[in-house]
Nanobody, 121 residues
Framework: QVQLVESGGDLVQPGGSLRLSCAASGIIAVINVMGWYRQAPGKERELVATITTGLPANYADGVKGRFTISRDDPKNTVYLQMNSLKPEDTAIYYC???????????????WGQGTLVTVSS
């Protein structure tokens, strides 16, 4: 099985910064797309950013210019640097990875358990 473990969520004031991390573990052959989604109270889960090695990152319009996604492939880890945080960024942030396990031919989607980001004064 593959596990994704997020860290870095916290309470931060508006205008502040946070860095989220997500490490994938298990018998992994290849990780295709990695990314972050978020779900605010009373709202549906939405895309924040995704990244595929060798391709430009993809961002939701509301976070462009403020958030930066990156990945460390040898560590199977994806990061989300969040700057100029706003109260509307408050949500549970979920890590996502599209993974092919060793001895498997297909890719499967995996999710982390979520980490809470609260932006408030």
């Amino acid at each position: 099985q593959v596990q994704l473990v997020e860290s870095g969520g916290d309470l931060v004031q508006p205008g502040g910064s946070l860095r989220l991390s997500c490490a994938a573990s298990g018998i992994i052959a290849v990780i295709n797309v990695m990314g972050w989604y978020r779900q605010a109270p009373g709202k549906e889960r939405e895309l924040v950013a995704t990244i595929t090695t060798g391709l430009p990152a993809n961002y939701a319009d509301g976070v462009k210019g403020r958030f930066t996604i990156s990945r460390d492939d040898p560590k199977n880890t994806v990061y989300l640097q969040m700057n100029s945080l706003k109260p509307e960024d408050t949500a549970i942030y979920y890590c996502y990875a599209n993974v092919r396990r060793l001895t498997y031919a297909n890719f499967f989607n995996y999710w982390g358990q979520g980490t809470l980001v609260t932006v408030s004064s």
